[in-house]
C-alpha cells in the first residue's frame, strides 16, 4: 500500500522500542521533510553509533574511545565506585553531576530464572578494580526487585572481606511526585527508610 | 557528555516531533542493540526515502513511481475524486479499502493569514483533471477549521461552473468515541449532521 521507499523507513522505525504503526508513519514523514544534510546526518549517525560506540575498556560504560571519559579524569575520587546495571545509569549520573567518584557498569543483574550467575555480569571485574585501587566504599545503583537484591547480596558478601562498605541508593518517593501515583511497594519502602526531620 | 557518535543520534531523534531528550536516548540506544543488518537497512532506508519518494504526476501522491499505483490503475471509478490535503489521507483512505475512485492532493488550504492562496496549491490542477477526465462528483476529505471551510467555498465555486456535484465527508464524534471526550465543536457539528434513525 505504501510505496517500498516509505514503507522500509516504517518497518524500521517500527522496531525501535514503544513506536507503533501510526507513530512510525508520523515519524517517516517527518524524515520526508528533513532537508537534504539533516538526513545525510541522521543516515550517517545510525552506522556511525554501531561503528564507533564501544565499551570503555576499565568500566565498560559506552564510549567512542577505548577509555571513556570519567575513567580517564584522574581528578576524581578513587575511593567511591557507583555500581550500575547499564550505561544508561552512568549518563543519568553525569547529567546530574554531582558525583565526582568512578562507575563499573555490570551489564546485567543476577537471574538465576534466567540462568544468568555472577560469572555473566562483570562482577570479578569489579572484585578485581576494588582491590587493585584502595577503593573504600561501592554504591549499588540498581533498579529494586528481586534479581537487583540478589545481586546486591552477592556484591556485598564478595566486598565485605575486603573490608569495604557497601551501600545501595534509597528507593523512595521520587521528588515532586504526587502521593495518589505511588505504588504501595515505593511507599513501604519509603516508610522504612525514612528519616528524622531536624530542626537545624 | 554521550559519547559523540551517540549524541548524533540522539540529536538526529530530537528533530522528529513529538521525541524529546529522554525517547531520542531510548530510541538511540534501543539502535545499538539492533543487528548490523537491521542497522544497515535503517540507515540506507533514510536516504533512499529521500531519494526515491516524490509526488505522482497525475494526483500528487507520494510514490515511488512517476505514477502512483492508484492512477496507474484503469479499473477505478473515474467518476469520483476525493480531494485531500495531504499524502498520508490517501495511505489512510487505501488502508480502509472501500474507495475505489481516484485523488487530488492539495498539497496545502487557502489560508490569508498564512499568504496561501488559491495559485499555492494545485488548485488549477483539479480543475484541470475534473475538466479532462468526465468527473462527476469531488469529495472534499479535508479537516475542519477555518483554512478547511475557506478552501472548501473556494473549490465549490470553481467547479459549480462544470456542473459537478462538491460533497464533504462528514464530521461528527469518532465511532467508538466516548462522550466525555468529545469537544463542544465536534459536539455542535455532530449535532448538526445528525440523521433519522430509521427501523430497516
Redesign the interface.
Known amino acids: 500500500?505504501?510505496?517500498?521507499?516509505?514503507n522500509?523507513?516504517i518497518?524500521?522505525f517500527k522496531?525501535?522500542?514503544?513506536?507503533g504503526e501510526r507513530?512510525a508513519?508520523?515519524?517517516?514523514?517527518?524524515?520526508?521533510e528533513?532537508d537534504?544534510e539533516?538526513?545525510?546526518?541522521?543516515?550517517?549517525?545510525?552506522?556511525?553509533?554501531?561503528?564507533?560506540?564501544k565499551p570503555c575498556k576499565t568500566c565498560s560504560t559506552?564510549?567512542?574511545?577505548e577509555t571513556?571519559y570519567v575513567c580517564q579524569d584522574k581528578t576524581r575520587d578513587a575511593n567511591v565506585l557507583v555500581v550500575v546495571e547499564d550505561?544508561?545509569s552512568v549518563?543519568l549520573f553525569?547529567?546530574i553531576g554531582n558525583f565526582k567518584g568512578y562507575y563499573h557498569v555490570l551489564g546485567g543483574l543476577i537471574s538465576p530464572l534466567d540462568d544468568i550467575g555472577p560469572e555473566d555480569i562483570r562482577i570479578a571485574q569489579l572484585l578485581e578494580r576494588v582491590k587493585e585501587n584502595n577503593i573504600k566504599e561501592v554504591i549499588l545503583a540498581i533498579k529494586s526487585g528481586i534479581e537487583a537484591d540478589t545481586t546486591s547480596l552477592y556484591i556485598k558478601r564478595i566486598l565485605e572481606k575486603n573490608d569495604i562498605v557497601v551501600s545501595r541508593i534509597a528507593s523512595g518517593i521520587p521528588v515532586g511526585a504526587d502521593m495518589d501515583y505511588v505504588d504501595a511497594l515505593t511507599l513501604d519502602s519509603a516508610l522504612r527508610n525514612r528519616k528524622e526531620v531536624l530542626t537545624n
Chains 1, 2 share one sequence.
Open positions: 500500500m505504501y510505496p517500498t521507499s516509505l522500509d523507513v518497518e524500521s522496531k525501535l522500542p514503544g513506536i507513530t508513519e508520523r515519524l517517516a514523514f517527518a524524515i520526508f528533513f537534504e539533516e538526513t545525510k546526518e541522521f543516515s550517517s549517525s545510525i552506522l556511525l553509533l554501531k561503528e564507533k560506540l559506552l564510549t567512542d574511545e571513556c550505561s544508561k549518563f553525569e547529567k
